[in-house]
């Protein structure tokens, strides 16, 4: 593992957040898009069922997917931005079969604010390993998603919308089969 259990849960979160944008249809459309992603990603507490709150969930997407790709101090500001303005105040809590975390945010604050305290944090982890690095654009030349990188040797490239990694290594696969075909057409291409 390279960063705390629950750290790992809420950066890949965070991706997942982050990706929603990239989909067609939005997942964060409408409410029940918006309930269905928070129950995928077990994120439990309040809601007020709101266009206000799916917007500034919306909103918080934008920013997350700015801070990925940003430098590490533009992304150390971001963090800093996103946690004075949900009011951030960490609390040890333990909920719903998770053992104890963090909680930066009363249960019954803005969703918003509750899951863009819980991204920072995360993020916040990665500034101080020094793993900016993880943090990843998806190597598919035609996606935009995110990624967090979290194993060992540092080798995940695809964002895990619209299976990239399968769709590059079909590509390659069919490269590979072509390049074979045109070498293979010398010998055989005439009897
Ligand atoms: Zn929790
Ligand atoms: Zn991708």
Redesign the pocket.
């Known amino acids: 593992m390279v960063f705390a259990y629950d750290t790992e849960v809420a950066l890949a979160s965070a991706a997942a957040l982050v990706n929603t944008a990239f989909l067609d249809p939005d997942p964060l459309a409408d409410d029940p898009g918006l309930t269905l992603f928070l129950e995928q990603e077990r994120f439990s507490g309040s809601r007020t069922h709101t266009a206000a709150e799916r917007q500034a969930v919306q909103r918080l997407r934008t920013d997350l997917l700015q801070l990925w790709d940003s430098s590490e101090e533009t992304l150390a500001q971001g963090i800093n931005r996103l946690l004075a303005s949900s009011q951030a105040l960490p609390q040890l809590?333990r909920?719903d079969g998770?053992g104890w975390?963090l909680?930066c945010t009363p249960p019954d604050a803005d969703l918003a604010d509750r899951m863009a305290t819980e991204a920072a944090m995360a993020l916040a982890d990665v500034v101080r390993a020094g793993e900016l690095e993880r943090l990843r654009i998806c190597a598919a030349p035609d996606c935009s998603g995110v990624l967090i990188d979290l194993s060992r040797n540092r080798s995940r490239r695809y964002c895990g919308t619209g299976n990239c990694g399968n769709r590059e290594n079909v590509r390659a696969y069919r490269r590979r089969l072509a390049s074979n075909l045109l070498e293979n057409q010398q010998p055989y291409g005439l009897p």
């Open positions: 809590v909920h998770w975390h909680h």
